[in-house]
């Protein structure tokens, strides 16, 4: 009977550790069919991502790095020039636009793909009906800026940052902004210029300026020609934040 109770407890023992190491995620196969833990794969793992540059620009290196940095979260990237018909990216999960194009150069027919597109050149901004048409009053660039005001902060794009004056830059420098329609969300603005949104979006289907319907969800970012590399950790954090959301990630 003694040596009953003992096999009987060992056994009661061995299952109550198992369910106490699963329970702290540290699964161990203490008996076949308890399973083995395993690493989640990257939610972006395979999405295609055009971004479209000034491929002889001088600023060519920055946008390898966006490149290079958006390779480093899983997504697989493809450097278009600026000359490129829309038709490239009619299988990408996202559309990405630096701002070293020249707006001139670059198609009208990007307005109606019905693909994620996210962009930080301002001068786009009214080609692709997400502001009106008058520089430096429907959108703009600030020559010397360092901080955002966040004014939506429960929403994905704001990377879970709370809703105050963050700190976007590790120097000052420039600063693109815009002034959205009604059916977009606005994320930040320039920190003392509520008019001027540093970060805002459009749902797909959302009505944006001109009366244009979102063909697809669409983000601007705050970002200049050379500023990528200048973004402090928050910048870091709401750049990511913004590229998961025009791509669907959250």
């Given at each position: 009977m003694t040596r009953r109770i003992r096999s009987i407890s060992a056994l009661l023992f061995t299952r109550r550790a198992a369910v106490l190491l699963a329970a702290s995620g540290l699964v161990?196969?203490?008996?076949?069919?308890?399973?083995?833990a395993h690493a989640a794969e990257p939610a972006n793992q395979s999405r295609k991502v055009v971004l479209l540059v000034q491929r002889d620009g001088p600023n060519l290196p920055v946008d390898e790095k966006?490149?290079?940095?958006?390779?480093?979260?899983?997504?697989?990237?493809?450097l278009q020039d600026q000359a490129a018909a829309p038709a490239v990216a009619s299988d990408a999960d996202l559309v990405v636009i630096s701002s070293t194009v020249?707006?001139?150069?670059?198609?009208?027919?990007?307005?109606?793909?019905?693909?994620?597109?996210?962009?930080?050149?301002?001068d786009l901004l009214d080609d692709l009906a997400m502001t009106g048409k008058r520089h430096d009053t429907d959108f703009g660039e600030a020559a010397k800026e360092r901080y955002v005001w966040l004014v939506n902060a429960p929403h994905p794009m704001a990377a879970g940052l709370p809703a105050s004056v963050t700190n976007v830059y590790t120097k000052q420098a420039g600063m693109s902004w815009g002034k959205p329609g009604l059916g977009a969300t606005t994320i930040a603005t320039l920190y003392g210029?509520?008019?001027?949104?540093?970060?805002?979006?459009?749902?797909?289907?959302a009505t944006m300026d001109y009366e244009s319907l979102a063909p697809a969800r669409r983000v601007m970012f705050f970002?200049?020609?050379?500023?990528?590399?200048?973004l402090s950790p928050a910048g870091r954090l709401l750049f990511d934040a913004a590229v998961d959301w025009a791509v669907g990630i959250r």
């Open positions: 161990a196969a203490l008996e076949p069919g308890l399973g083995t966006v490149k290079a940095h958006l390779e480093s979260r899983g997504f697989a990237v493809a020249a707006a001139k150069d670059v198609s009208p027919a990007w307005r109606q793909l019905p693909v994620p597109l996210l962009t930080w050149e301002n210029q509520p008019d001027k949104a540093a970060i805002f979006g459009y749902e797909k289907g970002l200049g020609n050379e500023t990528f590399t200048n």
